[in-house]
Structures are given as structure tokens and as C-alpha cells.
């Protein structure tokens, strides 16, 4: 099993930032990709960004590109998604994801953290 632990949500105002990070431990030693979903509310789960875990390549919804960087931090396992530039449109609860193989089955998911944008 893998648990992974968000941070870093909170409100902030348009043309604002925020860092969220997630931190996965338990069966972590092969770890595939890491990544970021939103969810809006009334809205279906959307891709924002990933991380492959051995090359650190990185891909980024269009939603996301230029505005957020997705990277892998100095601690074993952890991820973190910087976020500039922040639009009411990117209010949505933030999901990590971790994905151990590619393969299903092997996903993973945190609870979840609430990112607000105010106008």
C-alpha cells in the first residue's frame, strides 16, 4: 500500500501562487509517474501534471502550461506543483496521484487539498 499526504491548498487571490506539495510513503521503492489532478466542483477529475519518476519528464494539461511547474523535491518520494499566475478558474480540490507501474491497479491517490481563487 501507498499513502500519500497533501499540502499546501489554501485561498489565495487572483494573479497569486501557491505550492502544494505531496509526500507518498509505504511501497514506494518503484515509483512510475507522480502527478497532479483537480476537480472543480460539478466537474469531472481533470489532469493537470506529472512527473516520470526515472527521467524526471515532465507533461502538463494546456490548462497548465506556463503557469505551473511540476518537480520532484529532496525528499525521497515527494512531489510538489508550483503554481503562479492563479485564476478563479483553478479553483478545484487538488489530487496527488502515484502511480508505481503504469499498470492498473498500481494507482494511488491522496485525499485531496482545496486551492480557492478569489477575483
Given at each position: 500500500q501507498?499513502?500519500?499526504?497533501?499540502?499546501?491548498?489554501?485561498?489565495?487571490?487572483?494573479?497569486?501562487?501557491?505550492?502544494?506539495?505531496?509526500?507518498?510513503?509505504?511501497r514506494t521503492f518503484?515509483?512510475?509517474?507522480?502527478?497532479?489532478?483537480?476537480?472543480?466542483?460539478?466537474?469531472?477529475?481533470?489532469?493537470?501534471?506529472?512527473?516520470?519518476?526515472s527521467?524526471?519528464?515532465?507533461?502538463?494539461a494546456?490548462s497548465?502550461?506556463?503557469?505551473?511547474?511540476i518537480?520532484?523535491?529532496?525528499?525521497?518520494?515527494?512531489?510538489?506543483l508550483?503554481?503562479n499566475?492563479?485564476?478563479?478558474?483553478d479553483?478545484a480540490?487538488?489530487?496527488?496521484l502515484?502511480?508505481?507501474?503504469?499498470?492498473?491497479?498500481?494507482?494511488?491517490?491522496?485525499?485531496?487539498?482545496q486551492?480557492?481563487?478569489?477575483s
Amino acid at each position: 500500500q501507498v499513502q500519500l499526504v497533501e499540502s499546501g491548498g489554501g485561498l489565495v487571490q487572483a494573479g497569486g501562487s501557491l505550492r502544494l506539495s505531496c509526500a507518498a510513503s509505504g511501497r514506494t521503492f518503484s515509483m512510475y509517474t507522480m502527478g497532479w489532478f483537480r476537480q472543480a466542483p460539478g466537474k469531472e477529475r481533470e489532469f493537470v501534471a506529472t512527473i516520470r519518476w526515472s527521467s524526471g519528464s515532465t507533461y502538463y494539461a494546456d490548462s497548465a502550461k506556463g503557469r505551473f511547474t511540476i518537480s520532484r523535491g529532496n525528499t525521497q518520494n515527494t512531489v510538489h506543483l508550483q503554481m503562479n499566475s492563479l485564476s478563479p478558474e483553478d479553483t478545484a480540490v487538488y489530487y496527488c496521484l502515484a502511480d508505481l507501474s503504469g499498470a492498473a491497479g498500481t494507482q494511488y491517490w491522496g485525499q485531496g487539498t482545496q486551492v480557492t481563487v478569489s477575483s
